[in-house]
């Protein structure tokens, strides 16, 4: 089975611009979670749905949005773009909405540079 | 709210040689998971091993085993017989049952020299 899939891997933009990354997370896995990691830190949880319905969501300013689809791929959208959005953005699927029941697959992740 | 806390920024260790990576954890939670995973450089984080708050007992995955110690909210994590494919990042997270929000440390990074 492929794992979690992440587009684009690389992603340039300019402060001000609107960016949309994209997961599509294992066959029957019906949730996913969305981190940002900061060169030299650890993950930080941005959003988690499950079923489409948004299930938690961390403390990021309201420039984050995401969404699910009925395929449960998703989609996480920074408008607004600021230096310090500058991070890899990890997605993560699990089978069911819970982490330890059910663990995080996660992707290799977008790295996203704003200039 | 919950914080992690690795306090080891690197640390080195010889192939086939033991090393335990240190971990300590904050929250007002009963009821918690724990989680050491590995980040290789192609990005991709890796559970490693996973230790329920309410068990007593440490939880081992081959080389890799855990020293949990509910009371000091420490939860370090030993491997044994070192290999080259086990040099990258670590990093312990924490789980409150709440949905599918992890909690990370800022990770130690660790080296595996001949």
């Known amino acids: 089975d492929a794992g979690v899939t992440q587009s684009p891997t690389h992603l340039i933009k300019t402060r001000g611009q609107h960016v949309t990354l994209r997961c599509s997370p294992i066959?029957?896995?019906?949730?996913v979670s969305w981190y940002q990691q900061v060169l030299g830190q650890g993950p930080q949880f941005i959003f988690q749905?499950?079923?489409?319905?948004?299930?938690g969501r961390g403390n990021f300013p309201d420039r984050f949005s995401a969404r699910q689809f009925p395929n449960y791929s998703s989609e996480l959208n920074v408008n607004a773009l600021l230096l310090g959005d500058s991070a890899l953005y990890l997605c993560?699927?699990?089978?069911?909405?819970?982490?330890?029941?059910?663990?995080?697959?996660f992707g290799n992740g977008t790295r996203l540079t704003v200039t | 709210a919950q914080t992690v806390t690795q306090s080891q920024p690197e640390m080195s260790v010889q192939e086939a040689e033991t090393v335990t990576l240190s971990c300590t954890y904050d929250?007002?939670?009963?009821?918690?998971?724990l989680f050491w995973y590995k980040q290789p450089p192609s990005r991709q984080m890796i559970l490693v091993i996973r230790?329920?708050?309410?068990?007593?007992q440490n939880a081992t995955e081959n080389r890799f085993s855990v020293n949990f110690q509910k009371a000091a909210k420490s939860f370090s994590l030993k491997i044994s017989d070192s290999q080259l494919g086990d040099a990258a990042m670590y990093f312990c997270?924490?789980?409150?049952?709440?949905?599918?929000?992890?909690?990370f440390g800022t990770g130690t990074r660790l080296q595996v020299t001949l």
């Open positions: 230790q329920e708050a309410y068990k007593q």
């Open positions: 066959s029957g896995h019906k949730s």
């Open positions: 929250t007002s939670e009963s009821d918690y998971y």
């Open positions: 993560a699927s699990s089978h069911r909405d819970t982490a330890y029941n059910s663990p995080l697959h």
């Open positions: 997270a924490e789980n409150t049952g709440t949905a599918s929000k992890l909690t």
């Open positions: 749905y499950y079923e489409k319905e948004e299930r």
